[in-house]
């Protein structure tokens, strides 16, 4: 029994309200054929739509077998469309991209019925309707009649209490629409049956009571229950009904058969939403493409201009610095209203800035702290890691094809000391290019005024080792640059290379001083270049054989030191006969060249100039000879004394100073003590001389000395011309004889210009003692300028903390070219991020609208699945996942429309870089972030449609045409 007790209904639409239904009441048996008669717009399907749930009444109750439904909730009202209620409309209402069977098992999906039961109810309910042959086909693949009839076989699948049909033969012909009553009739054997119908005739043959609708009001009821029918009335009941359950799989089945249905659409939807996608991915692919050159590059530059720390070391920055001040200084200046004379300091203050910027770091706190697992700076160090150079003191001799005695670092030993320096000078120019810090060590050297005759030779490099130096002797930076054109890598301490550039070429100076070509044809070429003269130069390609075997033999600086008869060590460095005799000695390591490297056409860093290159095996071996040697040991016994020249280092008495004077002139050749004594006697106040003003005094009582020294006071007023007659021997003879005797203020004085005693540690540096824990240079290497700033804090860090005396100045080379072309790529990095932002809002806006029109489009079928009984919840799951399935596609699209564009787009850049090193590249992870984002943007996009979808009223959506 269904009881529509005194329901009204009004629509307003703005200020004008229409009253559908007016206070109707009517009750209807379970099983009888009802026919609502009444003209258009009386509210004959306001009151089938309440019946069936699909509308709310504002007033009155509507009992159902005795359960009221004033408290119905969305459920309640979805669950009791599902099971109790079969619709049929005027319109058939088949959703239009289903099947036949589709449509019909709708209703059983919704209340999810399983698969193989559904079908087979639903086969049941066509072949009752007299469909079984057109299971398959598509609604607008039938007539009118047989679509009615596919919407009975639906109405009747869940198999309901009540079937409401709104004018189901509105829209049919009369022949047809027997037809279909007939089947009503049939239908409403075992239930309740409301047919609205606007055709009296056909209501008064088939429908078995009629009630007259008007205006909202019932105006007529041809067979109204009777009280007794209703039985003792009790008053209704609030009961909920189950739930209609419409499962995840289901929703998406639909969606994809709406999207199957519509396939181009779907395709051109889909590819519409991958826009964004593409362009998120081309963005992606491109900026990974320069990310990833970028980070080569910065890797590539960071490998050849590494954090350095130097023992000794300009301060790049504070020059930088000051430079920078005085030329913002002069720019914030304006002479226009001076109008006296301004001193310009700025060259001076520059010259200045170089002197102070010089400073000595002292390293081995700095490479405890390095050496300390876990420290600030270890985490962002790259591939290459920390290297730690130690310059091994030694020199290298060899002999030309003519037999003649070569220093590799000078070329002829013992010739003549011009042509030693303009070689190294050549040397010194050609080798710049290959390395900074020997570059900088010549710097130092012209600003000091500082050489070290014991440092290893210019040609002589120590190539890089592996991070485990003791396991890998040669880095992968080196073996990854540089190509074996003959031999093998080093595998002993012994054993060398020889390294050429890419052009298998190297300087010819050196090409002389490693002996390959003959030292008087060099010797020659110099003197042509000094006195200006057209050089001959010796180009010829030598044989890789040559240089292998030529015998290169190794002096530790320890052993350049001969002991003499008075106890102290002479150097001999200079000496051919004495370095012959050293060369067949115990300890000169005689070196083997077994390969020969070179610069790779494609090196991306070449750290090692031409030359030869010896492993850390060899730079160990020395500093542990030195450490033992015979020198080292004699001089570490007599802490005060220098062991090559007898002085007391550093004295602060003058007898001491005097008498490290009379030493210091002792131990000079006679030639140089002849020279000196004659050039105390030429300097005059107001000379030529170095003397300063305030040495004048001094240097006059030393002319007079020498004077007398010359043992004629009569010459004293002219010394110069006395000494001038006299033989070296004895102008030696007379120095020596009155320096026995001089007064201990004129030795001061020359001890003062003249002598340095040396330092205690000079000497064992010149010996070559390196303590492992003291390297000379640590060079730190980072992958990316980011890790390299990292490092920078790192080491301000370290500074911070250390003591005044221990914190160090580095240098960074890369810094100084490179700190704009990071903010010109950190700005590009944020355009493109700004780009990304752009597609991602666009893309989604328009995954939105295209959701948005399809909703629109789909509204009757909203209404359809509504009337079957689907919920607002599943309404929403059917419209995401039809989303979800074209975001889906729209990713899959977009990485795949992307991977094919970056080919083409690969060959474009290349032509218009003029580079191949930028190669746009797809990662993985983007592609599949940008799929899953895809998928996510467009669920987003289409949340607020598939909202409106649900919250649609089904009423209204149904009416909708
Ligand atoms: P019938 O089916 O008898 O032709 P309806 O029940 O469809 O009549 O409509 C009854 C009255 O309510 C009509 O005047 C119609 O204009 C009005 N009406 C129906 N649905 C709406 C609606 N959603 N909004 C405003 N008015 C409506
Ligand atoms: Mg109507």
């Known amino acids: 029994m269904l009881q529509i007790k005194d329901i009204s209904k009004q629509y307003k639409t703005g200020d004008f309200v229409q009253k559908a239904l007016d206070h109707v009441s009517l009750t209807l048996r379970d099983n009888e054929f009802v026919a609502i008669l009444g003209p258009s717009g009386s509210g004959k399907t306001t009151l089938l739509n309440i019946i069936g749930g699909l509308d709310r009444y504002d007033d009155g109750d509507l009992v159902i077998n005795g359960t009221s439904t004033s408290k119905y909730k969305d459920r309640d009202w979805d669950s009791y469309r599902n099971h109790t209620v079969g619709f049929v409309f005027q319109s058939y209402n088949l959703i239009p991209h289903q099947t036949i069977l589709s449509n019909v098992e709708l209703a059983l999906t919704i209340s999810g019925v399983s698969r193989k039961s559904r079908r087979q109810r639903a086969v049941e309910a066509l072949k009752k309707v007299g469909l079984g042959e057109h299971i398959n086909k598509k609604p607008n693949q039938l007539s009118g009649g047989q679509m009615q009839r596919v919407a009975i076989a639906r109405a009747l699948v869940n198999d309901p209490s009540i079937v409401l049909a709104d004018e189901p033969t509105g829209a049919l012909d009369s022949e047809t629409s027997v037809q279909i009553m007939d089947l009503l009739k049939e239908v409403a054997q075992d239930r309740l049956v409301v047919m609205v119908t606007h055709n009296p005739e056909l209501a008064h043959q088939y429908a078995n009571r009629i009630v007259e609708l008007k205006d909202g009001v019932i105006r007529g009821d041809s067979r109204p229950v009777e009280a007794e029918e209703t039985g003792d009335e009790k008053p209704a009941v ?67 201009y590494p954090i350095e720390i130097n023992e000794q070391t300009f301060d790049m920055n504070k020059i930088m610095d000051t430079a920078q001040a005085s030329a913002d200084a002069r720019k914030n200046d304006s002479g226009k209203h001076r109008t006296g004379i301004y001193p310009d300091d700025s060259s001076i203050k520059g010259a200045s800035s170089m002197t102070s910027g010089i400073t000595t770091n002292n390293l081995s706190p700095f490479k405890k702290f390095l050496d300390k697992p876990g420290n600030d700076v270890c985490k962002y160090v790259g591939d290459v890691g920390i290297q730690y150079s130690y310059a091994p003191k030694f020199s290298v001799f060899t002999h030309d094809s003519k037999d003649t005695l070569v220093d590799v670092d000078g070329v002829k030993v ?68 540089y190509r074996m054109v003959k031999g093998h890598w080093p595998k002993a301490s012994d054993q060398v290379v020889l390294v050429l550039d890419k052009n298998n070429q190297m300087p010819l100076t050196q090409v002389y001083e490693l002996g390959l ?155 140089d003590q002849a020279n000196m004594a004659k050039t105390l006697m030429t300097q005059a106040p107001g000379g030529m001389g170095a003397a300063s003003a305030n040495q004048s005094a001094d240097v006059t009582k030393q002319r007079a000395a020498a004077a007398a020294a010359a043992g004629n006071a009569a ?49 064992l540096a010149d010996f070559g003692v390196i303590g492992r824990d003291a390297p000379s240079s640590i060079k730190i290497y980072a992958d990316s300028f980011d890790a390299k700033n990292d490092i920078e804090d790192a080491i301000k860090r370290y500074n911070d903390g250390a003591k005044k005396k221990d914190r160090i100045v580095y240098t960074d080379y890369a ?30 806006i328009m995954i939105g609208i295209i959701t948005y029109i399809s909703v629109l489009e789909r509204t009757k079928e909203i209404g359809i699945l509504r009337a079957m009984g689907a919920s607002k919840h599943n309404v929403s799951t ?53 799929i899953v984002l895809s998928v996510v943007l467009t669920l987003i996009g289409g949340l607020i449609p598939s909202r409106k979808a649900a919250k649609q009223d089904p009423a209204t959506a149904l009416r909708t045409e």
Do not use: W
Request: glycine share 8%; charged share 15%; aromatic share 6%.
């Open 238 to 304: 609030h009961r909920t009904m189950g739930k209609a359950s419409m499962s995840f799989a289901t929703a998406v089945a639909l969606s994809f058969n709406n999207l199957k249905s519509k396939k181009a659409r779907t395709i051109l939807t889909s590819f519409a939403g991958s826009i964004g996608i593409i362009g998120i991915a081309l963005i992606l692919s491109v900026s990974t493409g320069v990310n990833r050159y970028i980070a080569d590059i910065q890797k590539e530059t960071l490998t050849s």
């Open 414 to 481: 013992g010739g003549p000391q011009g042509m030693q320096s303009a070689a190294s000078t050549i040397a010194g120019l050609n080798s710049s290019s290959g390395d900074i810090s020997s570059l900088q060590s010549k710097q130092m050297a012209m600003l000091t005024g500082k050489t070290d005759a014991n440092k290893a030779p210019d040609a002589f490099a120590e190539i890089m080792p592996g991070e485990h130096a003791d396991k890998q002797p040669i880095s992968s930076v080196i073996r990854d640059n």
């Open 517 to 671: 070509l003959p030292a008087a044809d060099y010797n020659d070429m110099m003197n042509r270049l000094n006195s200006g003269e057209k050089v001959k130069t010796d180009t010829k390609r030598i044989d890789y054989s040559k240089a292998m075997n030529q015998s290169l033999t190794l002096l530790p600086a320890a052993d350049q030191y001969v002991k003499g008869s008075d106890g102290r060590y002479k150097y001999v460095g200079n000496d051919a006969d004495q370095i012959g005799k050293l060369m067949d000695s115990g300890s000169a390591v005689k070196l083997k060249v077994v390969g020969v490297i070179r610069a790779d056409a494609n090196a991306k860093t070449t750290p090692l100039a031409p030359g030869i290159g010896y492993t850390r095996m060899l730079t160990n071996q020395l500093i542990d000879h030195a450490k033992s040697s015979e020198i080292v040991a004699a001089q570490q016994a007599d802490r005060t004394h220098n062991i090559l020249n007898g002085m007391t280092f550093a004295p602060s008495d003058d007898a001491t100073k005097a008498a490290n004077a009379k030493a210091y002139v002792a131990s000079l050749p006679v030639s």
């Open 715 to 763: 010459v004293a007023s002219n010394p110069q011309e006395a000494i001038a007659g006299m033989g070296e021997q004895q102008v030696a003879q007379a120095f020596s004889n009155y320096l026995a005797t001089a007064p201990e203020n004129v030795l001061v004085s020359i001890y003062n210009q003249y002598v340095s005693t040396g330092t205690y540690s000079g000497n």
């Open 815 to 844: 810094g100084l070219m490179m700190n704009s072309v990071t903010t010109i790529i950190n700005v590009i990095t944020y355009v493109l991020i700004a780009f990304v932002a752009v597609s991602l809002v666009v893309s989604s």
């Open 878 to 930: 059917v419209f995401n996942a039809e989303t979800g399935i074209i975001g889906l596609c729209a990713g899959v699209i977009g990485i795949v429309v992307t991977l094919i564009l970056i080919v083409p787009g690969n060959a474009v850049m290349h032509h218009f870089m003029g580079t191949d090193q930028v190669n746009a590249a797809l990662p993985l992870t983007g592609a599949i972030v940008l």
